[in-house]
T-cell receptor, first 114, second 112 residues
Framework: DAEITQSPRHKITETGRQVTLACHQT?????MFWYRQDLGHGLRLIHY???????NKGEVSDGYSVSRSNTEDLPLTLESAASSQTSVYFC?????????????FGEGSRLTVL | ELKVEQNPLFLSMQEGKNYTIYCNYS?????LYWYRQDPGKSLESLFV?????AVKQEGRLMASLDTKARLSTLHITAAVHDLSATYFC????????????FGPGTSLSVIP
């Protein structure tokens, strides 16, 4: 079955360190997204990509970067982790190309920045 | 800028009762999504509403969309404990359908 996997599922890091969260999908979807989830804010869009070599900033992109070198992967990098980036991060994908836009989510990555 | 609001944010209801969760969005969009999230889990797609007047039902849940009022509703009929979860509505820009923005979520607790 097609799926979307995130790693690591849990990570603790220190302020100032670089962190990369991996996202891999086997749906062959064009679109991939990163959201963060915090209490009281729902899910907020960080970055998204509509295809290989395409990346776009979302609502809360400061301090984060992504790259899309193939269809399957969209890694999220925190260049210099801050305590404000402690959150649960969800990767999602959608088919694109005029489809419904329905998102399929990974299991989430819980990041703690000390 | 597309913003999505939900009401109420917290809902405690008795088993067997009916209730409605409201979702308002700020700019023109005719795509609305409902997701369910159990504690500590990922999000599961419930409904995809793609046009004005769309109505979809699954079990005790029914979702509808009124694009003119920029309003979607999620109606719960005869609630059971298994429906306890957080429900998110989300909408996408009419000019960029694939970019989906979420509301803050409604935390539903169904009590005996």
């Amino acid at each position: 079955d097609a799926e979307i996997t995130q790693s690591p599922r849990h990570k603790i890091t220190e302020t100032g360190r670089q962190v990369t969260l991996a996202c891999h999908q086997t749906w062959n979807h064009n679109n991939m997204f990163w959201y963060r989830q915090d209490l009281g804010h729902g899910l907020r869009l960080i970055h998204y990509s509509y295809g290989v070599q395409d990346t776009n900033k979302g609502e809360v992109s400061d301090g984060y970067s992504v790259s899309r070198s193939n269809t399957e992967d969209l890694p999220l990098t925190l260049e210099s982790a801050a305590s404000s980036q402690t959150s649960v991060y969800f990767c999602a994908s959608s088919e694109g190309g005029g489809s419904t836009g329905e998102l399929f989510f990974g299991e989430g990555s819980r990041l703690t920045v000390l | 800028e597309l913003k999505v609001e939900q009401n109420p944010l917290f809902l405690s209801m008795q088993e067997g009762k009916n209730y409605t969760i409201y979702c308002n969005y700020s700019t023109t969009s005719d795509r609305l999504y409902w997701y369910r999230q159990d504690p500590g889990k990922s999000l599961e797609s419930l409904f995809v509403l793609l046009s004005n007047g769309a109505v979809k039902q699954e079990g005790r849940l029914m979702a509808s969309l009124d694009t003119k009022a920029r309003l979607s509703t999620l109606h719960i009929t005869a609630a059971v404990h298994d429906l306890s979860a957080t429900y998110f509505c989300a909408a996408s820009f009419q000019t960029s359908y694939d970019k989906v923005i979420f509301g803050p979520g409604t935390s539903l607790s169904v009590i005996p």
